[in-house]
C-alpha cells in the first residue's frame, strides 16, 4: 500500500537550485561522450578542431563554474508526479518559477525570457526585478509517492529549429523519414551541431510536441518503444550524419550525435510528426524527490 506522501517546498526549491547549478556549467556524462566519440571518428580537420575546442570548453566551463554557453537558455521541467504526493505550500509552477529566479541570480546567468513575446508591444520585455522568471512545465502523473522532475535549460537557437507537420495518415515512412532528416539538415549549423534530435510522432497537434521536447530528456522510462521505432532512430541517425553538415554546419562526419523518437496513438484522420532539436551543449537532468 502506498501512503500520502508530504513534500515540502523547501525540498523541491532545494533541488532546483542544486540541479541547475550542476548542468548550467556541463553538459550531460553522455554528452561530453559522444562527443569525444564523433572527435575519435572524424577526419575533418576543421571539424576535429571544433569538436576540441567543444570539449576544452566543456573542461572550463566545469572547472571555473562558468555557463557552458552564453544563451543559458529557458527553462523546461517535465514533472511526474506520484498519486500519492501532496504538495506543501505552494503550488509547484510557483516553487519551480522562485528557485530559478534565485538560481539565475546566484549564478549571474544571462537574463533570456522575453516577457512579452512581441517585443514591440513593450518598452521593457525582459524581466525585471520584481517578476519571477517564467518556466515551462509540463506536469503528469505517475503511480506511487515520488516526484520525478527531467530539468532542461534549452538554448534559443536550437529551439528554433524545431518544428510540426500535419501529415496525412496515409504518409509513408520514407515521407515522414525525409521530412525528418530535410528538417535537421537545412538547419545548417543554426541549432549548433552536433545536435540531438527529439522526435514526436502522433497524439494530437500540442501533445506531438511535447513528446518531441520530452524525447530529448532522459530518462523516457515511462515510455515504452516498439522496435520498429529503434530501427527508424538508426537509420534517420545514419541519414542525417551521412549529408555531411557536421560540426557547426562547417562539414564533417557528425551532424547529430543521437535520435530519439516517442509515440502516442492519434486520431484515424491525422498523423502528427514533430522535431525538437537541441544543441551540442544538452543541459539536461532528472532528479527524484
Ligand atoms: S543553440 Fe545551444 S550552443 Fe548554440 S547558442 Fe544556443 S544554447 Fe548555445
Redesign the pocket.
Known sequence: MTYIRTISKKMIYDAIIDAIGQIYCQSTPETIAMINNALTIEEDDVAKDMLKAMLLNEELAAKEKLP??????IVVVFADIGTAVKIENGSLYSIISQAVTDVWEKYYLRDSIALEPIRCFSSNPSKTKDTLQPVILHLSEIPGNKLELHIS???????NCSTLKMFNPTATINEIEDFIVDTVVSSGG???PPVFVGIGIGGDFEQCAILAKRALMVPISPFEKKPEYKKMEERLLNQINQKGKGIQGFGGKTTALKVNILSEPCHIASLPVAINI????HRCISITI
Not at 68 to 73: L, R, Y
Not at 153 to 159: N, S, V
Request: with cysteine.
Open positions: 557552458i554557453c552564453q544563451d543559458t537558455g535549460l534549452k538554448g534559443g537557437g536550437a529551439e543554426k541549432p549548433c537541441d544543441c551540442h551543449a
